[in-house]
Nanobody
């Protein structure tokens, strides 16, 4: 069972950038489709971005499209989320997630993912 560990969160001013990392415990990350989700206090966990196994295909929530980029390095067994032009409404705990289930569409619901990291806090000040 793969273990996922996020890092890279922190406090940043509006307009700034952060890069989140999600490191996998095993060398088979290439067999997982991966996603990033976030959860703000009092809100449900929401989809942010997803990436296919090879990294050649990506999908984004409308709220982050054009500002966030998901990419992966299967040699380093790591998935990244580059976040630019951050806004206060991006403040949340960010989670990476993985699934081995084969689908012909991007998984955007939390229940479509089998493995989760512990989360990393991102706070954007105005």
């Amino acid at each position: 069972q793969v273990q996922l560990v996020e890092s890279g969160g922190g406090l940043v001013q509006a307009g700034g950038s952060l890069r989140l990392s999600c490191a996998a415990s095993e060398r088979t990350l290439s067999t997982y489709a991966m996603g990033w989700f976030r959860q703000a206090p009092g809100k449900e966990r929401e989809f942010v971005a997803a990436i296919g196994r090879s990294g050649g295909s990506t999908y984004y929530a409308d709220s982050v499209k054009g500002r966030f980029t998901i990419f992966r390095d299967n040699v380093k067994n790591t998935v990244y989320l580059q976040m630019n032009s951050l806004k206060p409404e991006d403040t949340a705990v960010y989670y990476c997630a993985g699934t081995r289930t084969l689908r012909n569409y991007f998984a955007v619901r939390p229940d479509e993912y089998d493995y989760w990291g512990q989360g990393t806090q991102v706070t954007v000040s105005s």
